[in-house]
């Protein structure tokens, strides 16, 4: 059996006789016992930490996240300590991952950076944070990683979240949680800790909605939050560090609906990541949860209504009530007749884009409010069978980002709308999953104007039939997203630009 350190740290094992750290090889004939007890000893003066244990024979690798591990002696055994800098790390969440049936998790990884190569590690936690296993990962440059995770982890029943950690800061990526043919919905990676109080917009407990919250602590310590719900009443509940923990609104309240809770705050969330979910029988779609507010939200999208229809969230997280000017455009950018309400102390501006009495042709509007918002845009089918969210939280937009993936089974629409008032110049460019251009297109969008298309009509004549994603850039801030739908016309899930 081989042992050894990689990184800042040495190794201990009393079944040597030495007390003390061992940080090189262990001949295979200092066997004195059936088992070794080993101990990682990271250089914290250095500052580094334990990460994990690997632990590879002839059959496979497995992981450990414990500090002490107990192994059999085996000759072809190689057991490894891993330690790091955590001021090194950068840490990319996939915050909710299951695969017991019905259900399915498809994650993705984009490498955003068109000059170096990005090399991490893949960790797979239960919900008890627990490492389950892990997965070496190099991302070429612009390169693309898409992971069906019941087919790449033996142990995938087991796993509740998704951690890619490396030293690079250009991985962008989604969730996407389906059931085939049924519906299913696709959500940033989370990049971003949150560092305040955490907001869940919407909530839709009934006879036909579901709602369902999924939380990891990040932190190396327990955490005690508790969500406030719009009508007073709370929920407390207690995290191990690590932990994983999965509700629906109505679990909270002995399985009965609350048709009464429209929304929350999360306090106490300082490192606490997740995501909603909601749904119907035959809809379903979700979005991070995070502690973003903006005074101005973009809705870049109204939806044909002969097909869909077109949903908005605008949430006042405060306790005084906000004042809030409407700014509908048409789709050449000209600004039509605006409106002005007021949304009162932990309430929300919402309802069907049809009924808010916007002018005929409004191609997408935003709204500017005296204190910061939370929001999102729905988009669903008149038929019911197709459901999907956009929640922008950029603020003003970018300049750059990526559209993560490019519908296989179906089709992929696009949009942008410029947020500023010169015209913008936008290069897009298809990639494959090894990070090679393979079409790139320019368009104008002009002040304030929207572009919304196929994806493969926004680079024909060229043909991106072997591409896996878009990226952009551009001369101004655009607000952008992306709508896929399946060929069958089950299913469909929308995601911002990822920057």
Known sequence: MTVSPIGGGDLSSKEFGDEGPIPFQYPSYFSCSNVYTLTALPDTEGGYVFDYWTIQTATGTTASSSTTITVPVAEDKTVTAHFVDPSTVISVYYPHVTTRSPWQTEIALVNTSSNQAVTGVLKAFSDTGTLVDIMDITLAR???????????????????????????????????????????????????????????????????????????????????????????????????????????????????????????????????????????????????????????????????????????????????????????????????TPSSVNIGAKAKYVGVVKNLGLPADTAWFKIDAAQPLSGFELFGTLDGKQLAAYAEGSGAGAKRGVFAKIEKSGWTGIAFVNTESTAASVTLTAYSNSGTALATKAISVGTHAKVVNLAENIFAPQSITNATYIAFTSSRNVVGFQLNGSSDDTMLDGLPSLK
């Open 142 to 336: 612009n390169g693309r990683r898409q992971i069906i995770v019941a087919s790449e982890f033996p142990r995938h029943a087991e796993i509740g979240y998704f951690v890619f950690v490396t030293d690079v800061n250009a991985i962008r990526g989604y969730t996407k949680l389906y059931q085939s043919g049924v519906y299913r919905t696709a959500i940033p990676a989370v990049t971003e800790n949150n560092a305040s109080d955490v907001y869940i917009s919407h909530i839709a407990s009934n006879d036909t909605f579901w709602t369902g919250i999924s939380l990891v602590n990040t932190n190396l310590a327990s955490k005690r939050p508790t969500i406030t719900f719009n009508d007073g009443r709370t929920y407390s509940l207690t995290m191990a560090p690590g932990e994983h923990k999965f509700f629906t609104i109505d679990s909270l309240f002995g399985g009965q609906p609350q048709p009464d809770i429209k929304s929350g705050v999360i306090s106490n969330a300082a490192g606490i990541i997740g995501l909603e979910l909601f749904g119907t029988d035959t809809q379903l779609d979700g979005i991070l949860l995070t502690d973003d507010t903006t005074s101005t939200i973009y809705y870049p999208h109204v939806a044909d209504m002969t097909k869909w229809w077109t949903g908005i969230v605008a949430y006042n997280p405060a306790n005084t009530a906000c004042a809030i000017t409407i700014t509908p455009y048409s789709a050449a950018g000209q600004a039509l």
